[in-house]
Every structure is written in structure tokens, then in C-alpha cells.
């Protein structure tokens, strides 16, 4: 049985993310918050085409 004591955890060598990693999240993130101002953007001219007011929206 192999017992796995701190020092051993601390020494074990640590793999490195991919070098995608941190260009696709910050995409994620530059994509969600284009989204949600986007659509904050958007709405009052929907509404007005639409007649409609912002509660309707939603």
C-alpha cells in the first residue's frame, strides 16, 4: 500500500493547462457580457417597434 504523505503531494510534479485554455475562457467571458449588454441595448428599440413595454419584454 502506497501512502501518500504531504511531502510526497508537494514534490509530484504538476501538469500545465493547455495553452487554449486561457484564450478560449477570456473569449467566454468578452461573449457573455456581450450578450447580456447587447440584448440591454436592443430592448428599448424592440419595444417601441413592438408597442409594447419592458415588463412585456422580459
Do not use: F, K
Not at 4 to 16: G, H
Not at 27 to 56: E, H, N
Amino acid at each position: 500500500m502506497d501512502v501518500t504523505t504531504p511531502e510526497t503531494v508537494l514534490s509530484s510534479p504538476r501538469s500545465r493547462p493547455s495553452a487554449l485554455t486561457l484564450p478560449v475562457v477570456l473569449a467566454g467571458v468578452v461573449l457573455v457580457a456581450m450578450s447580456i449588454s447587447g440584448t440591454a441595448v436592443a430592448l428599448p428599440g424592440v419595444g417601441q417597434d413592438l408597442g409594447a413595454s419592458g415588463s412585456a419584454l422580459n
